[in-house]
């Protein structure tokens, strides 16, 4: 291949990573909108929980913590790939070009000790995860009680 092939095909390539970098980004905001509707829905409810009956506010948390690990999956899935093109950028076709652009980003953020998105999603996850139990904790225990 020549030096113009390769520079096309990087192009190519980088131009797919940031594809799936905004759809990455598309899906968080999906899943952080929905679970936000469900906890306003669920802290409405919460608010009238004797006139709801118990199914309905057990199951909404518990709908909830299954959108959280669905969200979690689909985090898994985005950095896996992200992970994948990445790799094919930076060791084999940034190897054929006279400057590594990813490969030197990386490694100054590596020194700043930079949080990978990933990081921040996951917790994001387990924060509304986190509420959902209690959610349902609580519902649980006030209905026995």
């Given at each position: 291949?020549?030096?113009?092939?390769?520079?096309?095909?990087?192009?190519?390539?980088?131009?797919?990573?940031?594809?799936?970098?905004?759809?990455?980004?598309?899906?968080?905001?999906?899943?952080?909108?929905?679970?936000?509707?469900?906890?306003?829905?669920?802290?409405?409810?919460?608010?009238?929980?004797?006139?709801?009956?118990?199914?309905?506010?057990?199951?909404?948390?518990?709908?909830?913590?299954?959108?959280?690990?669905?969200?979690?999956?689909?985090?898994?899935?985005?950095?896996?790939?992200?992970?994948?093109?990445?790799?094919?950028?930076?060791?084999?076709?940034?190897?054929?070009?006279?400057?590594?652009?990813?490969?030197?980003?990386?490694?100054i953020l590596k020194s700043k000790k930079y949080i990978e998105m990933t990081k921040i999603?996951?917790?994001?996850?387990?924060?509304?995860?986190?509420?959902?139990?209690?959610?349902?904790?609580?519902?649980?225990?006030?209905?026995?009680?």
């Open positions: 291949m020549s030096k113009s092939d390769i520079l096309e095909l990087y192009k190519l390539y980088v131009q797919t990573a940031e594809e799936n970098s905004k759809k990455r980004l598309q899906t968080n905001h999906f899943y952080i909108s929905l679970n936000s509707a469900l906890l306003s829905v669920i802290v409405f409810l919460g608010s009238y929980f004797h006139k709801v009956h118990f199914p309905v506010i057990i199951i909404l948390p518990i709908v909830g913590i299954f959108i959280s690990v669905t969200w979690y999956f689909h985090i898994r899935s985005y950095r896996q790939l992200s992970e994948a093109k990445f790799e094919i950028i930076n060791n084999t076709l940034e190897r054929q070009l006279p400057v590594k652009l990813f490969s030197m980003e990386w490694e999603e996951n917790t994001l996850v387990v924060l509304f995860l986190i509420l959902y139990i209690t959610l349902s904790l609580s519902f649980v225990f006030l209905t026995n009680s």
